[in-house]
């Protein structure tokens, strides 16, 4: 399948590239590595009359850390860069898990880590050709009055398929917006609206520049677990996310559980807190919050695999991170 038409722009700097973006008005996409953007082009997902290239603006492609503050990644960091840096996988093991689990390298080498987390939902129902969707009645993610996945359904209910977000959120990520008005840094939970036709927040003239991550310290680590159909070249079909810390007597002092794959955003078990936190890790407390993990999600039968197997999957998938940041933590 062909490229649509688009005029391509390269601006030089972030404040160019938002005053684009505010000139053409919701008429204009954001290209960073463009391994899923492309694709999107190819199906007629999207046909934007204008791309934006960030790849000139070298500002974007960073890593930074700080005593106090911590790590700081530009969007345009590739996630080839993420997994070799020593750093990284000293401090936050988990992220590079997460970014080794990507595709494949030649995809890495291109992918960016603000694409990823901007990346849209998925399901079986929408990314098909624009030939194939013509035959089926307009569902809400192309702006009609039905879910293909869900019969009587009330909302669009494609799925979130992004690698790092689940891992970013357990480490407590906040983000940096840029737009023509300036800048603005929020926490990574509140950038995700849980709409499967509008993932994320971002304004039509805005973009995501950089992930700020605060220090782990001492006795914490994080682990991240991937169920996919193949071993490379697929998006999550679960993922799942944990960091952990440890006192110096074995308890668990703070723990953060995100899934990933479930919904039309990632979702923190919120109750796996206050089960874990204070108590000495047993095999029936990782056996209670896998329980409770897989009791409170509710996968919909709009991906590659079986709703039932991936719910039960949940629960393999957190006591596995769970029982290997534990190790790394002690």
Known sequence: MRLPEFDLIQPSSVKEACSFLKEHDGKAAILAGGTALLVALRYRLCKPEVLINLKGITTLDHLTWNERSGLAIGSMTTLETLERSPFVLKEYPSLVQAAQLVAVPPIRKKATVGGNLCQDTRCIYYNQSDLWRSAQEVCFKRGGKVCHAVEKGRRCQSVYQGDLAPVLLSLGAEIKIASANGE?????????????????ILKPDEILIEVQIPPSGQGASGAYEKLRVREGMEFPMVGVAVMVKKEIHGKIEQAKLVLGAIGSSPIEVSHAKPLLEGK???????????????????????????????????????????????????
């Open 184 to 200: 603005r840094v929020i926490p990574l939970a509140e950038f995700f609206t849980g709409r499967g036709e509008r993932p994320n």
């Open 280 to 330: 000495k890790p047993t095999e029936d407390l990782l056996q209670s919050i896998s329980k409770e993990a897989m009791d409170r999600v509710h996968p919909v039968e709009n991906l590659a695999m079986n709703a039932n197997y991936r719910r039960k999957m949940v629960g393999v998938l957190v006591k596995r991170a769970l029982r290997r940041a534990l190790t790394m933590a002690a």
